[in-house]
Structure formats: structure tokens, C-alpha cells
């Protein structure tokens, strides 16, 4: 499961990413941007800044009006949209600010949904780890409980162990704890550093709170879609255990 750090998993080229409609809108002005192997990067900015905005074209849930992406040591653009969707489901996963828990499905099934969304073989050589991710993160005894049974920060755990369910190499999260009160936000915060650890998974992490930045490995300020800051304040986790 570790992985080996220092490989660059994702990287920006000169993105620019301007949204098209009456008045066309920058968001993104020529950001070049390293994520490797095991780091663990927070983004901090204003509203408006882009934070979003640089997640979607990383995750490419979006594609940026110039520049280029690369994931896997691959440009996107080259990529057709079969293997574009490949990606996003096995080589990276998602957390946002809501969780998107589906209510009928249990703690467990819903941690399995993206192993589900690649096939069933998929789902057998995955369910032994997911129920470790569950019970590392206290949910152990929670597993066919329903997502309206847990705590708001339960439940963004949950969303959390979803997003490692396919042991990506790069986790995507968007205010992760941003519906959370500061103790349950911390407690979250804390859970996803502890994973980086443990698995080797990069984390990118946007979020409003200086606090949760300290803890970071990395940290990258937007203002008005540009990258003003990008400091690393603690060398990665090398992952040889
Ligand atoms: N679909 C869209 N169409 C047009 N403009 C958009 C769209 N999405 C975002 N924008 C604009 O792009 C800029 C960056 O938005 P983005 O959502 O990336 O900001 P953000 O840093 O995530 O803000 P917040 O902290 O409020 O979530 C903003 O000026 C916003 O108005
Ligand atoms: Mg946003």
C-alpha cells in the first residue's frame, strides 16, 4: 500500500482558465504547479481566488482554456474521454464540502462506491482495506450504519475513506471541513494527514483556515487566480516503510 514518494503525480503548465458568457471571467492566470508522490498541500486564498476552479482542471472535471495537465506522467490533453474518466476513478479521488453520502446506502457500501464504479472485481480486492480505513478512523462499529445515523464529522470521514477507496495516488478535497465546527474540522483535517502518512497518498487540500495550513507540508496561496505564494514548509513523508 505505501508508495514511493518524490514521483510527480499531477502537474500544471502555464493553466490559464477563463470562463466563457457574457462577461468572459479569469479564474485561472498561468499557474504551474508540482504536486508529488506523499506531499501534502493545502491551498489557501480568498473567495473568488480560483481554489475551485484549479481542483476541477486538476481532477479534470475541467478543462483549462490553455496550458496543460498531466497526471500519470500523461498529458490530458492527448488522453480520449474513456481514459480521462480511468483516471479520475482509480488514479485520483474526490472529498467536497458537502459529502454526497448516499442516504440509502451504508457506512460501508457507500465507502465502496467508487471500487463499485469500476467493477465488481474491483470492489473484492478492496473491501478488506476500506473496512481498515473505516475502523482507523473510529468507524469500525459503524459500518451498516446509514449515513443520517452519524455525526456531521462522522460522516465526512466516511466521505474521506470513499475518496481512498481505490488507493489513488492524489486526493482532491474542497473545504473538506468547511461545513464542520472547529473541533470536528480539526479532528477531519487531522484523519487526512494521518492517511497521507500512512498510505503515500498526495493530498491536495483547499480550505479557508490558516490553522489547518500549519499542519501542511506545502502551502500554495491564490489571489485573483494567480499562484502569490508556494512554500514548502516541511519536506514530504517518504513513503519506504
Ligand atoms: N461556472 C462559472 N462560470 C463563470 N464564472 C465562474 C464559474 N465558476 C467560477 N467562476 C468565477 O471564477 C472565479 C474563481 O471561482 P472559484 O469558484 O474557483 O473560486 P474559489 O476560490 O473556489 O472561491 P470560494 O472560496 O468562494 O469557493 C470567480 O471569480 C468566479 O466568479
Ligand atoms: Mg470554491
Known amino acids: 500500500m505505501a508508495k514511493q514518494s518524490g514521483e510527480v503525480v499531477c502537474e500544471l503548465k502555464h493553466v490559464d482558465k477563463v470562463y466563457e458568457g457574457a462577461v468572459p471571467t479569469p479564474a485561472l492566470l498561468d499557474i504551474n504547479l508540482q504536486v508529488r508522490r506523499g506531499e501534502f498541500l493545502v491551498v489557501l486564498g480568498a473567495s473568488g481566488s480560483g481554489k475551485t476552479t484549479l481542483l476541477n482542471v486538476m481532477g479534470l472535471l475541467d478543462t483549462p482554456t490553455s496550458g496543460q495537465v498531466w497526471l500519470a506522467g500523461r498529458n490530458a490533453a492527448d488522453l480520449s474521454e474513456e481514459q480521462r474518466a480511468a483516471l479520475r476513478s482509480r488514479y485520483m479521488g474526490f472529498v467536497f464540502q458537502f459529502h454526497y453520502l448516499l442516504p440509502e446506502f451504508t457506512v460501508l457500501e457507500n465507502a465502496l462506491l467508487p471500487c463499485n464504479i469500476v467493477g465488481k472485481q474491483m470492489v473484492s480486492a478492496n473491501r478488506e482495506r476500506v473496512k481498515e480505513l473505516l475502523e482507523r478512523v473510529g468507524l469500525g462499529d459503524r459500518l ?37 465546527d472547529s473541533k470536528n474540522g480539526f479532528a477531519v483535517f487531522e484523519m487526512m494527514r494521518f492517511m497521507n502518512r500512512q498510505t503515500g497518498t498526495a493530498f491536495v487540500v483547499v480550505t479557508h483556515d490558516e490553522r489547518l495550513a500549519q499542519e501542511a507540508d506545502r502551502v500554495v496561496v491564490l489571489e485573483d487566480g494567480r499562484i502569490v505564494k508556494d512554500e514548502v514548509q516541511r519536506p514530504a513523508m517518504t513513503h519506504e516503510l
Open 144 to 180: 451498516k450504519y446509514r449515513p443520517s445515523q452519524l455525526s456531521g464529522g462522522q460522516q465526512q470521514r466516511v466521505a474521506i475513506v470513499r475518496a481512498l477507496a481505490n488507493n489513488p495516488e492524489l486526493v482532491l478535497a474542497d473545504e473538506p471541513t468547511g461545513n464542520l
